[in-house]
C-alpha cells in the first residue's frame, strides 16, 4: 500500500521531468540540397548526431531542390542553417530575409558551367544571343551567366532565360526545347556523362563560385556552440573525403542517384572545408549584389555588410 501511494505521488512528478528533458533538448535543423556532396557524405554517416549528443541537439536535415528554394525556408523558420552558393543570399537579403553569413566553402569555378547538347553548333558564348538558355532563377549560375555575356559585350537580356529547377532544366534540355543549360554539379558532371554535353565555358576566370554557410540571425546568436560542433564535424568530413575521393563518391552516388564515376568527377572539381569569412570574400560577394542591382535583378542596393557577423574588419570591406 505505501508503495501504492508513494507511486500515486511520484508518477506526476517523473513524468514532468521526463517532459522537461525532452523540451530542454534542442534541434539543429539543417537546410541542405542533394547536390551539396560535403553534407550528403555527412548526413549519411550521422557523425554529426555524435558530435551533438553531449550538447543534448538532435539534428533533422531539410532537403531543398536549390539555393533559392533552401533560403526561402530559412526565411520563413523551416530552417536554421543552411548551405548555398554565391547567388540566393543576395537575393534574399534584398527581400529582407533575416541571417547571417557564418563560414564559406572555398572557390570553385570548374564545378559550373553553360553545356549545350554534343550535337549543338554553338561553340562561343556569343552564339547564344537570342538563344534559350535554362538556369535555376537567383542561384549560382545566374551569375556565371551574366559574367559570361558581359564578356562576350552581350546583356542578360540577349538570351531568353529560361526558369527552371534543375530536374525540369535538364528534361527540357534532353528533348530540345532549350539551347543551353547553366548548371553547377553533380547536375554538371551527370549530364556531361550520360548525355554527351558539351562544356561551352566554365566559371574559370569569370566567376569564383564560392559556397556559403547561413544561419537564421537569431539562432546564430543564440547557439554558437551547436554551431562549431557543425564546422568541426563538417572539417572531419572533408578531410575524410579529399583523402579518398573514390571512396566518398561510392557512398554519396546512390544518395543522390547517380553512378559513382560522375560523383567522383563532380568531387575533384569542388575544394571542401569551411572556412571563417574573410574581408576579401565579403568584398567579392559584394561585387555580385552590385552586379545584380545593376541588371535589376534585385529592386534595391543591399550591403552584404548587414548580413555578416558582427566584426568591424569585414563590415567595412565588404561596404
Same mark, same amino acid.
Given at each position: 500500500?505505501?508503495?501504492?501511494? @508513494?507511486?500515486?505521488?511520484?508518477?506526476?512528478?517523473?513524468?514532468? *521531468?521526463? #517532459?522537461?528533458?525532452?523540451?530542454?533538448?534542442?534541434?539543429?535543423? +539543417?537546410?541542405?540540397?542533394? #547536390?551539396? #556532396?560535403?553534407?550528403?557524405?555527412? =548526413?549519411?554517416?550521422?557523425?554529426?548526431?555524435?558530435?551533438?549528443?553531449? @550538447?543534448?541537439?538532435?539534428?533533422?536535415?531539410? /532537403?531543398? $531542390?536549390? %539555393? $533559392?528554394?533552401?533560403?526561402? %525556408?530559412?526565411?520563413?523558420?523551416?530552417?536554421?542553417?543552411?548551405?548555398?552558393?554565391?547567388?540566393?543570399?543576395?537575393?534574399?537579403?534584398?527581400?529582407?530575409?533575416?541571417?547571417?553569413?557564418?563560414?564559406?566553402?572555398?572557390?570553385?569555378?570548374?564545378?559550373?558551367?553553360?553545356?549545350?547538347?554534343?550535337?549543338? $553548333?554553338?561553340?562561343?558564348?556569343?552564339?547564344?544571343?537570342?538563344?534559350?538558355?535554362? @538556369?535555376?532563377?537567383?542561384?549560382?549560375?545566374?551569375?556565371?551567366?551574366?559574367?559570361?555575356?558581359?564578356?562576350? %559585350?552581350?546583356?542578360?537580356?540577349?538570351?531568353?532565360?529560361?526558369?527552371? !529547377?534543375?530536374?525540369?532544366?535538364?528534361? *527540357?534540355? /534532353?528533348?530540345?526545347?532549350?539551347?543551353?543549360?547553366? +548548371?553547377?554539379?553533380?547536375?554538371?558532371?551527370?549530364?556531361? =556523362?550520360? #548525355?554527351?554535353?558539351?562544356?561551352?565555358?566554365?566559371?574559370?576566370?569569370?566567376?569564383?563560385?564560392?559556397?556559403?554557410?547561413?544561419?537564421?540571425?537569431?539562432?546564430? /546568436?543564440?547557439? !554558437?556552440?551547436?554551431?562549431?560542433?557543425?564546422?568541426?564535424?563538417?572539417?572531419?568530413?572533408?578531410?575524410?573525403?579529399?583523402?579518398?575521393?573514390?571512396?566518398?563518391?561510392?557512398?554519396? *552516388?546512390?544518395?543522390?542517384?547517380?553512378?559513382?564515376?560522375?560523383?567522383?568527377?563532380?568531387?575533384?572539381?569542388? &575544394?571542401? %572545408?569551411?572556412?571563417?569569412?574573410?574581408?576579401?570574400?565579403?568584398? /567579392? &560577394?559584394?561585387?555580385?549584389?552590385?552586379?545584380?542591382?545593376?541588371?535589376?535583378?534585385?529592386?534595391? $542596393?543591399?550591403?552584404?555588410?548587414?548580413?555578416?557577423?558582427?566584426?568591424?574588419?569585414?563590415?567595412?570591406?565588404?561596404?
Amino acid at each position: 500500500m505505501l508503495f501504492c501511494s @508513494l507511486l500515486r505521488w511520484t508518477a506526476p512528478l517523473l513524468i514532468a *521531468a521526463a #517532459s522537461f528533458h525532452a523540451s530542454a533538448q534542442t534541434t539543429l535543423r +539543417i537546410g541542405f540540397q542533394k #547536390s551539396a #556532396s560535403l553534407l550528403t557524405l555527412q =548526413k549519411s554517416s550521422g557523425s554529426l548526431e555524435k558530435k551533438l549528443a553531449p @550538447l543534448g541537439v538532435a539534428v533533422k536535415w531539410v /532537403e531543398f $531542390p536549390a %539555393g $533559392p528554394q533552401l533560403l526561402e %525556408g530559412l526565411n520563413v523558420g523551416a530552417v536554421d542553417v543552411g548551405f548555398v552558393g554565391e547567388a540566393p543570399p543576395i537575393f534574399a537579403q534584398a527581400a529582407g530575409a533575416r541571417f547571417v553569413y557564418i563560414g564559406y566553402d572555398p572557390a570553385a569555378p570548374e564545378a559550373e558551367a553553360i553545356v549545350v547538347p554534343k550535337e549543338s $553548333p554553338i561553340r562561343s558564348v556569343a552564339e547564344l544571343k537570342g538563344k534559350k538558355v535554362a @538556369l535555376n532563377k537567383g542561384s549560382n549560375v545566374h551569375y556565371l551567366l551574366v559574367k559570361a555575356l558581359e564578356k562576350q %559585350g552581350l546583356k542578360l537580356g540577349d538570351v531568353q532565360a529560361v526558369y527552371l !529547377p534543375p530536374a525540369d532544366a535538364r528534361a *527540357a534540355f /534532353e528533348r530540345g526545347a532549350v539551347d543551353a543549360w547553366v +548548371i553547377w554539379d553533380p547536375f554538371l558532371a551527370a549530364v556531361e =556523362k550520360q #548525355s554527351g554535353a558539351r562544356v561551352v565555358t566554365d566559371g574559370r576566370g569569370l566567376v569564383n563560385n564560392y559556397a556559403y554557410y547561413l544561419a537564421e540571425r537569431g539562432y546564430a /546568436e543564440k547557439q !554558437p556552440q551547436v554551431i562549431q560542433a557543425l564546422f568541426e564535424d563538417t572539417q572531419v568530413q572533408a578531410t575524410t573525403l579529399k583523402a579518398n575521393i573514390k571512396a566518398a563518391a561510392a557512398v554519396i *552516388a546512390p544518395l543522390q542517384g547517380l553512378e559513382p564515376e560522375v560523383v567522383e568527377k563532380s568531387l575533384t572539381r569542388y &575544394q571542401f %572545408g569551411v572556412k571563417p569569412l574573410t574581408a576579401a570574400v565579403a568584398a /567579392e &560577394q559584394q561585387k555580385i549584389a552590385d552586379s545584380f542591382h545593376a541588371l535589376g535583378l534585385i529592386p534595391k $542596393p543591399i550591403h552584404v555588410a548587414d548580413a555578416l557577423p558582427g566584426t568591424a574588419k569585414l563590415a567595412e570591406a565588404a561596404k
